[in-house]
Nanobody
Framework: QLQASGGGSVQAGDSLRLSCAAS???????TGWYRQAPGAQRELVAD???????RYADSVKGRFTISRDNTGHTVHLQMISLKPEDTAVYYC?????????WGQGTLVTVSS
């Protein structure tokens, strides 16, 4: 089970930190943050592999940083210099050997 937290309403230029905590001991191969804006498809924002490899959507490079704790079961998404176009519901997803699991979404609203 994945528990996402940290969303909220902020002004453009502000920062937020999202967290995704996975319960259980199943090894996680990869954890990603996705977002879905109203009327848009869900898109990958950033993900991090078990070896620490990270990748980011071009739209967030330099502003968002994904990280995880030593257990790999808690992943954070630090977001700075937020823009109105970052407004979306953010979801975390964990890829394991038994399949992919999604957390509930957390809403991020950025006003100008």
């Amino acid at each position: 089970q994945l528990q996402a937290s940290g969303g909220g309403s902020v002004q453009a230029g502000d920062s937020l930190r999202l967290s995704c905590a996975a319960s259980g001991t199943l090894p996680i191969v990869n954890t990603g943050w996705y977002r879905q804006a109203p009327g848009a498809q869900r898109e990958l924002v950033a993900d991090i592999g078990s070896a620490g490899r990270t990748r980011y959507a071009d739209s967030v490079k330099g502003r968002f940083t994904i990280s995880r704790d030593n257990t790999g079961h808690t992943v954070h998404l630090q977001m700075i210099s937020l823009k109105p176009e970052d407004t979306a519901v953010y979801y975390c997803k964990a890829d394991t050997l038994l399949g992919a699991f999604w957390g509930q979404g957390t809403l991020v609203t950025v006003s100008s």
